[in-house]
């Protein structure tokens, strides 16, 4: 976990945009700053309107941990987790529940929190001790829509989309599976 403060008078930055982009390699750097998420190897950013930024960089990890796919940008699990952002702007029971999740998810992963464990496997750990939790419940749910229903990722997985409206798969070759 990589934090940057802005350039205040008389306050040097944690880390320099050089050293930043220098040691990033090729793990997931979320660097929360002010009112914003960014990931800077990856040129996106995000200014959560309802939720905390560093609860926003958390769930996006998460949403990560949860549906690994090494091939497939953070973009996509950020368009995923900003719909829990939307949702805790009109529903405050839904904010309270990311906020207090999070929260329970940080205290359970020590100093440094859930974004500060290096092994992908500790923080799976820790997510099967909290797979029945409301929360837990409610990401891995809003996932399965928010993520996989991403047109511009269908391609990745070999989707060709709906069917239907072309006919149906049984004239456009449902049988050509390749990799079989």
């Known amino acids: 976990m990589v934090t940057v403060y802005r350039r205040d008078p008389g306050r040097e930055p944690v880390l320099s945009r050089r050293a930043l982009l220098k040691g990033s390699g090729a793990a997931l750097v979320l660097v929360v700053t002010g009112s914003a998420v960014v990931s800077p190897q990856q040129a ?57 999740g999070i929260a329970d998810l940080d205290r359970r992963a020590g100093e440094g929190g859930y974004r500060g ?34 047109k511009e990722l269908w ?3 070999g989707y060709e989309g709906e069917s239907f409206s072309q006919g149906g798969y049984m004239t456009r070759g449902f049988d050509d599976i390749e990799w079989l």
């Not at 905390?52 to 699990?77: C, G, N, S, W």
């Not at 092994?119 to 399965?144: N, S, Y």
């Open 44 to 100: 996106w950013g995000m200014e959560p309107a309802a939720l905390k930024p560093e609860t926003m960089a958390t769930l996006i990890q998460m949403a990560r941990d949860i549906y690994p796919h090494d091939h497939v940008a953070e973009r996509f699990y950020v368009i995923a987790m900003k719909d829990h952002d939307t949702k805790s702007g009109s529903d405050a029971a839904h904010k309270e529940l990311i906020e207090t």
């Open 155 to 157: 391609p990745l997985f």
């Open 117 to 150: 464990i290096g092994w992908e496997e500790d923080r799976v750990k820790l997510l099967h001790e909290i797979e029945a939790t409301p929360f837990f419940q409610t990401v891995r749910g809003g996932m399965v829509v928010g993520f996989y229903n991403q």
